[in-house]
């Protein structure tokens, strides 16, 4: 079984920046791709950014050139760096994992950003 807690959300200006953390249990972390998701109220959750096993990212467009994804196995972490955040990027984080037909899912960290 997969277990996933994140940290690190919190109150931030406009223009600021934080550091989301994932710690995850279990043994498969290294050979898993990890994801960001947010949800924002009153909205569908969405992807926010994936890493692969191997270190490859993707991000959805309203996250690149401000968000960064990566990961450190020898501590099953995965970060998400978030620079010039906006007011718009307030909602809970979720870290996500999924392998075979499973899926893991963290309780969410709320990122609130003030205008």
């Known amino acids: 079984q997969v277990q996933l807690v994140e940290s690190g959300g919190g109150l931030v200006q406009a223009g600021g920046s934080l550091r989301l953390s994932c710690a995850a249990s279990g043994s498969i972390f290294s050979t898993n791709a990890m994801d960001w998701y947010r949800q924002a109220p009153g909205k569908s959750r969405e992807l926010v950014a994936y890493?692969?096993?191997?270190?490859?990212?993707d991000y959805a467009d309203f996250a690149k050139g401000r968000f960064t994804i990566s990961r450190d196995n020898a501590k099953n972490t995965v970060y998400l760096r978030m620079n010039s955040l906006k007011p718009e990027d307030t909602a809970v984080y979720y870290c996500?994992?999924?392998?075979?037909?499973?899926?893991?899912w963290g309780q969410g960290t709320q990122v609130t950003v003030s205008s």
């Open positions: 996500h994992t999924a392998w075979g037909s499973l899926s893991a």
């Open positions: 890493i692969t096993r191997g270190g490859s990212t």
